[in-house]
């Protein structure tokens, strides 16, 4: 019998996170896709890198720099945030940071695709900046926000190496499927492995279908 509990855990953490990478995401690829400063480089390299670390190297170094012992985890404990390593907090951030690259990129893509002549003709109109980028810029994008959502909460279902490092292995805590699915192998449990295993690989393949279909649709609909 699957253990339903490993199963909500992990899709609590996968909207969480999905909602923060959002609020993150967004005003980061805005401004690479805009921005010419020359520290763009060196931004849109810091927000990539998580995607070629392996897994357990990032999580290490969260682990380090989040743990009480270190300056940055003292802040925080000052601050009265909570201890995040082995915590369901610091794993939520730790997969936030990992999935931050999944999610800056089809973002950045969209408001490239954009062009600067919709946020042009709102100025003519005497648009507000603020008024443009809510009621032009976004809805324009959403394909483009729709396409990351999807990518940051299905990369969240499968971290394993980053979630490991940082929370452990508590039940009812930090214990997600894809570290039930390793203790299933551990314990030569297969047939429970599978259960986990082809779930997760069925709910994301079905995911990126309805992702293409959802932006074909729009691009048939507006060429």
Known sequence: MVDWLVVATTLKLAFIVTAALLVIGIPISWWLSHSQS??????????????????????????????????????????????????????????????????????????EAIGSQPAEVAATLRASPSDTFFH???????????????????????????????????????????VEIYNYVEALEYGKAHLLAGGLMLFSFASLLLMHWVNNRYRLRFS
């Open 38 to 111: 020359r520290f763009k480089g060196v931004v849109e390299a810091v927000c990539t890198l998580p995607m070629v670390l392996p897994p357990t190297v990032l999580g290490f170094y969260l682990l380090v720099l989040l743990s009480p012992n270190s300056a940055f985890g003292q802040a925080l404990d000052k601050l009265g945030i909570a201890q995040l390593p082995f915590s369901f907090a610091g794993i939520a951030v730790a997969c936030t940071i990992h999935s931050l690259p999944f999610v800056i990129q089809p973002l950045k893509n969209a408001f």
């Open 136 to 178: 032009v810029t976004l809805p324009l994008a959403w394909p483009g926000i729709f396409s990351a959502s999807i990518m940051g909460f299905c990369h969240t279902l499968g971290e394993f190496g980053v979630v490991l490092m940082i929370g452990g292995n508590i039940p009812g805590k930090t214990r997600v499927m894809s």
